[in-house]
């Protein structure tokens, strides 16, 4: 089946600083790669996605690359706020036998004022 | 208006009682799922559900079941509760199954077994 690793666990960045997040998967066949952002005490919030039929997408600030070929995909935030503060998640589905979403173990992101 | 709801927000029961969280969704999604996660923050798919197929994830005790009265409905039994049982755990939909949408969550309820 999937797996997801997500690297790092914990990333500190001075405010205006730009963060990356860098996930990798094992399935192919995988083709939908979202990511998540968790605030404490609240449930994961789809932030942006990306499909495979597409190497790059960018939102605002945010930005989410995929290699199929090496089979990983990143995370960039640009000009970093405190309010950017929380837990990421990556996930990789789509294929294989599984059929749902395989989460990353998370990145704890901490943007220092 | 909530998309996913999630009842209770909290609770604390002692070990060995039986109790329920209750899953709601308004978005017309055709799938619904329960995760659990841990103090490590690690998101552990429990269940996928939708009218026509349970997935269960093999590593679940089978002292949890999922209840679906209709479409909209998603709720976590827990029989003979344990100390280890105690996490966070978040019901969530999607338009379908398969991994090929994202899953919308509810905001978690925190269970403490004592």
């Known amino acids: 089946g999937e797996n997801v690793e997500q690297h790092p666990s914990t990333l500190s960045v001075q405010e205006g600083d730009s963060a990356v997040i860098k996930c990798t998967y094992s399935d192919s066949a995988s083709n939908y790669f979202p990511w998540y952002k968790q605030e404490l005490g609240k449930g994961p919030q789809l932030i942006i996605d990306i499909r495979s039929n597409v190497g790059e997408k960018k939102d605002q600030r945010i930005a989410v690359t995929l290699n199929k070929t090496a089979k990983h995909f990143s995370l960039h935030i640009t000009e970093t706020q405190p309010e950017d503060s929380a837990v990421y998640f990556c996930a990789a589905g789509g294929g294989g036998s599984q059929g749902n979403l395989i989460f990353g173990k998370g990145t704890k992101l901490s943007v220092k004022p | 208006d909530t998309a996913v709801s999630q009842t209770p927000k909290y609770l604390v029961t002692q070990m060995g009682n039986d109790k329920s969280i209750k899953c709601e969704q308004n978005?017309?999604?055709?799938?619904m799922y329960w995760y659990k996660q841990d103090s490590k923050k690690f998101l552990k798919i429990m269940f996928s559900?939708?009218?026509?197929?349970?997935?269960i994830n093999e590593t679940v005790p089978n002292r949890f079941s999922p209840k679906s009265p209709d479409k909209a409905h998603l709720n976590l039994h827990i029989n003979s509760l344990e100390l280890g049982d105690s996490a966070v755990y978040f019901c969530a939909s999607s338009q379908e199954g398969g991994g090929n949408y994202g899953y919308t969550f509810g905001s978690g309820t925190r269970l403490t077994v004592v």
């Open positions: 559900y939708n009218n026509k197929e349970l997935i």
């Open positions: 978005l017309g999604h055709d799938t």
